[in-house]
């Protein structure tokens, strides 16, 4: 795929998933740093000059507590969504693997290493005991949607699985058919489940960091 084609696609979900956290994070009212911009390498203007700032140690958002509490009430949907990306993973794992000749097993093997590399990386990034930090809480909520990006945006996906498996015509033609379904099952599942169980998919877990979960008003 060209980067014509590729970069104004992944801007357009990049812009959506942003403006979707936006909406979100503004309803919960807990003020987290805004998410990374994406593919400013390719930009040709200079980046504006950085100023000396003395930075402090961020302090944990103060509506983390109610936060907390949309996590214990929204708990059953995000776990039930965690589940079904979980049971879509592992099935679109067992296809790939299908198309794979003897030759290309050690190079998937590789990949999979590589994944549970990163995953401990990213966990080794939240580990502790203590609260939360403001950084780690968006952290948290931005790295679903970095899943939807890779999810989405099959030829860039399917570029990967190519390169790293030395993928034939033939193997990424089938491959190609596979990813799109699995995007189809995604997206569906992220239609019918409730907004928040995508970006609350991956801090749930560590809800008892953000602290006493805040009582809903009645």
């Not at 005991?129 to 931005?142: H, N, V, Y």
């Not at 015509?169 to 099952?185: G, N, S």
Request: net charge positive; charged share 30%.
């Amino acid at each position: 795929m060209t980067s014509r084609v590729f970069i104004p696609l992944l801007t357009i979900v990049v812009f959506g998933a942003g403006y979707g956290a936006r909406i979100w994070n503004e309803h919960s009212r807990c003020p987290v740093p805004p998410a990374p911009a994406l593919l400013t390498e390719l930009s040709t203007t200079p980046a504006p000059a950085k100023v000396n700032v003395k930075t402090t140690t961020p302090e944990r958002p103060p509506n983390a507590a109610k936060l907390a509490a949309e996590i214990e009430r929204l708990r059953p949907s995000i776990e039930e969504f965690r589940k079904q990306i979980e049971k879509m993973d592992g099935e679109m794992d067992q296809k790939i693997i299908a198309l794979l000749n003897p030759e290309q097993l050690p190079k998937w093997e590789k990949m999979l290493k590589r994944r549970v590399e990163y995953a401990q990386k990213e966990e080794a990034a939240v580990a502790g005991d203590g609260l939360l930090t403001s950084e780690q809480i968006a952290s948290l909520q931005q790295r679903p949607l970095y899943k939807l990006l890779a999810v989405v945006v099959v030829p860039q996906r399917l570029e990967w699985l190519t390169n790293d498996l030395k993928l034939d015509d033939e193997q990424k033609e089938k491959a190609r058919a596979i990813l799109h379904e699995r995007r189809e099952k995604f997206l569906a599942l992220v239609d019918s489940s409730p907004p928040p169980s995508l970006s609350l998919s991956r801090l749930a877990p560590l809800a008892q960091r953000l602290g006493e979960p805040k009582k809903s008003e009645k």
